[in-house]
């Protein structure tokens, strides 16, 4: 009947509405509308007839809000993608990946827009890492035996990654870079597998972005070395026997997927640093796998590297000179943090421009967003103020090797 009362209006004059709604009872009316609206109100409350997310528990909470707060996964890479979730919720107007940094997170090659300025390349490191370079991507047409990996090692800072970077730059190489703290895991074979996906990475590069690529592991010795009576891990075989295999098997990698005729892998030269390599496998360094290049500067790359650090500076050729002299037997990171030292006067000056230490923290990270921060003025570079940072960390090196604390603390041990 409250179908008929919707459809006469459209059929029929008013006045004929309303002898009819008279002759009708006005509280079945009433009570008609009012079922029909808790029926509407019941069908729009439900997703679907056989959806339980609505489902509530005891505490009158639904599936979803218990789905949030028991999941531990947090992978949001992977939670926002098309097809694992509804499409609503993915949407087209970023792409099908909701996660707009997943890509970037995903690139891990390195490229080098932050090397701004110039810099000195010794000729020598720069010969042996070409040579091992090319001579891996032309592997196949010479008649000998080529190693994957070149093994770069000796003293500490002596800037063998610094200078293996600036090389990539200079040949245009988009190189895949690991560190020794990728080279152990919680889960046992991590480690090697991660290394074969970063070898067929640099291979893809080479493969669909047409630049030249390589791998290259920092501090191996770090990771892989054998120091006293540390223990020797599953993961370090494993990333051993990884590293092997590449050097036997340069094209055939694989990441776990069946083998096929057709997936052949770009050869991709290795490339390691280090500062004892007696320390690894030694079947590992064997000259057949591992080209090793110790790298020691002489005196004149020395003053070439420094000279074109203070150059901006106006730091002239032979005041680098009577530093490098003043403070010998010194490695290449010595003379950049004395540049660094300088700067100690002037950050603390900054300081109290700002308000003091006791205002720093809310003066700096709260201010509002029209508000400015006092300007800085870096300390003019000159050869004296260079000396002085120079006898400083000098006076502390001197300290750490004649203060054994260690022995204060156990003197006991000794009596």
């Given at each position: 009947?409250?179908?008929?009362?919707?459809?006469?209006?459209?059929?029929?004059?008013?006045?004929?509405?309303?002898?009819?709604?008279?002759?009708?009872?006005?509280?079945?009316?009433?009570?008609?509308?009012?079922?029909?609206?808790?029926?509407?109100?019941?069908?729009?409350?439900?997703?679907?007839?056989?959806?339980s997310?609505?489902?509530?528990?005891g505490?009158?909470?639904d599936?979803?809000?218990?789905?949030?707060?028991?999941?531990?996964?947090?992978?949001?890479?992977?939670?926002?993608?098309?097809?694992?979730?509804?499409?609503?919720?993915?949407?087209?107007?970023?792409?099908k990946?909701?996660?707009?940094?997943?890509?970037?997170?995903?690139?891990?090659?390195?490229?080098?827009?932050?090397?701004?300025?110039?810099?000195?390349?010794?000729?020598?490191f720069?010969?042996?890492?070409?040579?091992?370079?090319v001579?891996?991507?032309?592997?196949?047409?010479?008649?000998?035996?080529?190693?994957?990996?070149?093994?770069?090692?000796?003293?500490?800072?002596?800037?063998?990654?610094?200078?293996?970077?600036l090389?990539?730059?200079?040949?245009?190489?988009?190189?895949?870079?690991?560190?020794?703290?990728?080279?152990?895991?919680?889960?046992?074979?991590?480690?090697?597998?991660?290394?074969?996906?970063?070898?067929?990475?640099?291979?893809?590069?080479?493969?669909?972005?047409?630049?030249?690529?390589?791998?290259?592991?920092?501090d191996?010795?770090?990771?892989?070395?054998?120091?006293?009576?540390?223990?020797?891990?599953?993961?370090?075989?494993?990333?051993?026997?990884?590293?092997?295999?590449?050097?036997?098997?340069?094209?055939?990698?694989?990441?776990?997927?069946?083998?096929?005729e057709?997936?052949?892998?770009?050869?991709?030269?290795?490339?390691?640093?280090?500062?004892?390599?007696?320390?690894?496998?030694?079947?590992?360094?064997?000259?057949?796998?591992?080209?090793?290049?110790?790298?020691?500067?002489?005196?004149?790359?020395?003053?070439?590297?420094?000279?074109?650090?203070?150059?901006?500076?106006?730091?002239s050729?032979?005041e680098?000179?009577?530093?490098?002299?003043?403070?010998?037997?010194?490695?290449?990171?010595?003379?950049?943090?004395?540049?660094?030292?300088?700067?100690?006067?002037?950050?603390?000056?900054?300081?109290?421009d700002?308000?003091?230490?006791?205002?720093?923290?809310?003066?700096?990270?709260?201010?509002?967003?029209?508000?400015?921060l006092?300007?800085?003025?870096?300390?003019?570079?000159?050869?004296?103020?260079?000396?002085?940072?120079?006898?400083?960390?000098?006076k502390?090196?001197?300290?750490?090797?004649?203060?054994?604390?260690?022995?204060?603390?156990?003197?006991?041990?000794?009596?």
């Amino acid at each position: 009947m409250a179908k008929v009362l919707l459809l006469v209006p459209l059929l029929v004059p008013t006045r004929k509405i309303e002898c009819l709604s008279n002759s009708f009872k006005p509280q079945f009316c009433v009570r008609c509308c009012n079922n029909n609206d808790e029926v509407n109100k019941k069908k729009k409350k439900r997703l679907s007839e056989q959806s339980s997310w609505e489902a509530k528990d005891g505490e009158g909470k639904d599936y979803l809000y218990r789905l949030g707060k028991e999941a531990d996964n947090m992978n949001i890479a992977v939670g926002q993608r098309s097809g694992l979730i509804d499409d609503l919720f993915a949407g087209n107007f970023l792409g099908k990946d909701s996660d707009i940094v997943f890509d970037y997170r995903q690139k891990v090659t390195r490229s080098f827009q932050y090397l701004q300025g110039d810099y000195y390349i010794a000729p020598l490191f720069m010969d042996k890492v070409v040579c091992h370079i090319v001579k891996n991507y032309i592997a196949h047409i010479l008649n000998t035996k080529v190693p994957l990996i070149l093994g770069i090692w000796g003293g500490k800072g002596q800037g063998k990654s610094f200078q293996t970077e600036l090389i990539f730059q200079a040949l245009g190489v988009e190189p895949v870079i690991m560190s020794a703290g990728e080279l152990e895991s919680e889960r046992a074979g991590e480690p090697g597998r991660l290394i074969r996906e970063r070898y067929r990475t640099a291979s893809q590069v080479v493969q669909n972005q047409g630049k030249m690529s390589c791998l290259m592991i920092n501090d191996i010795d770090a990771g892989l070395g054998r120091f006293g009576n540390t223990q020797m891990t599953v993961n370090n075989q494993i990333v051993v026997g990884t590293l092997m295999n590449l050097s036997d098997n340069p094209t055939r990698v694989s990441v776990g997927q069946d083998w096929r005729e057709s997936d052949v892998t770009n050869r991709i030269p290795v490339i390691v640093t280090g500062n004892d390599l007696s320390t690894i496998y030694a079947p590992l360094i064997r000259d057949g796998r591992m080209d090793k290049f110790y790298w020691q500067p002489i005196r004149e790359d020395i003053l070439n590297i420094v000279h074109r650090m203070y150059e901006k500076d106006g730091i002239s050729r032979d005041e680098v000179e009577k530093i490098v002299d003043t403070f010998p037997n010194q490695a290449l990171d010595f003379y950049g943090a004395l540049r660094s030292r300088t700067y100690d006067k002037s950050i603390l000056k900054w300081i109290d421009d700002i308000g003091g230490v006791e205002n720093f923290g809310s003066k700096f990270l709260k201010r509002r967003k029209d508000q400015n921060l006092p300007v800085f003025i870096p300390p003019e570079q000159t050869a004296d103020a260079l000396l002085e940072s120079g006898y400083s960390l000098l006076k502390e090196q001197q300290l750490i090797m004649e203060t054994k604390l260690s022995k204060e603390y156990m003197k006991n041990i000794e009596d």
